[in-house]
């Protein structure tokens, strides 16, 4: 193994390959739909940006914020819905198939603009 300007390096056959080591991230952070949606997506269309938030050690925290960010929306963006469009308690108690069908669609919808707005931008 050499040693050049703090690097660590180990020979490979011909190769000097440098010992990478990944910053620690935060251990207590833990993700939720929203933030693994933005994850696998970082991973698959954005790699650069998605290499470069992992080797800083700053993807889970930026993940987390992503995930905040949405719940937040989501919430919001239900709340809205219904009030807008009359789905009440009062629907619920007089006819639940007709609110579990609003609500289905409410949810859908707030989901493809969460989706579109934050996850995946």
Known sequence: MKNNANIQYR??????????????????????????????YLMQHKKVLFTTLLTQG????????????????YDTLIEQMKESECVTEQLKEENQLEWVCRMQNIEARAREIVNNEIIFN
Not at 14 to 30: F, G, H, K, Q, R
Request: net charge negative.
């Open 11 to 40: 020979q490979v056959g011909d190769y000097n390959i440098p010992n990478l080591i990944l910053p620690p991230e935060e251990a207590s952070v833990t993700l939720g739909k929203w933030g693994m949606l933005h994850k696998n």
């Open 58 to 73: 700053k993807l889970y925290q930026h993940c987390a914020e992503i995930e905040k960010q949405a719940k937040d929306m």
